[in-house]
């Protein structure tokens, strides 16, 4: 089976296809075509911007395709970044932007940490209209020093509950065997295996 990552970052194709790796699906990324879409993310949820691209993507490859919309969630900032996730310090930020960004926001309002979570939605869109979807969810904690080498994102100032390192400390499969991205990917191949064919 052929499918189409919907999305230009290179941390999430490569756990998407770390996670969901096998013989049986040839993937299409934004590596194999030159004038790949930027879709806009005009949702309200992560599941309204995942199923925008996923369909977005369909449509123009012809061919079945796979979105992600995900983010951090601190609670004592009433859920901020959220749906802001990848733009927290401005439309162009890098990950080391919007880390520093929001250690600095809490720093300042004299917060050492919150209760945190990771939040992913998922979807996998056919051509022809159907859909698959799934969500997954990573409770934990943020900190105020990255910590970490690995990962992207948030991963160097979220340390997820049980455990004493960030995520960027964990290592990949450590971090997909209980992440929000791995977590939402595993419930859709549960769904798609009780589908069936077709």
């Known amino acids: 089976m052929q499918i189409a990552l919907a999305t230009t970052n290179q ?13 049986d699906i040839d993937w299409l990324t934004c590596a194999d075509v030159d004038d790949w879409p930027q879709i806009e993310e005009t949702g309200t949820t992560f599941l309204d911007n995942a ?5 977005a993507i369909a449509g123009r490859f012809g061919i079945p395709a796979l979105a992600d919309d995900s983010g951090l969630e ?4 009433d859920g901020r970044p959220g749906l802001n996730s990848a733009r927290f310090a401005g439309p162009e930020a890098t990950d080391a932007d919007n880390v ?18 990771f939040q992913a939605a998922v979807v ?3 051509p022809d209209g159907r859909e698959v979807a799934a969500g997954g ?10 910590r970490g080498e690995a990962g992207f994102g948030y991963d160097p100032i979220f340390i997820p509950d049980g455990f004493d390192e960030t995520m960027a400390e964990l290592g990949s499969g450590r971090k997909n065997a209980l992440s929000h991205r791995g977590r939402a990917l595993r419930a859709l191949k549960r769904r798609l295996d009780e589908e069936g064919p077709g």
């Open 11 to 23: 941390g999430k194709i490569e756990e998407i296809q770390a996670i969901l790796a096998g013989p």
């Open 51 to 55: 199923r925008l691209k996923a369909r």
């Open 74 to 77: 601190v609670d004592v900032l």
């Open 100 to 117: 520093n960004a929001l250690a600095e926001e809490l720093r300042a309002g004299g917060l050492k940490g919150s209760p945190a979570r």
């Open 124 to 126: 996998l869109a056919w």
């Open 137 to 146: 969810v990573c409770e934990g904690r943020v900190v105020l020093e990255p």
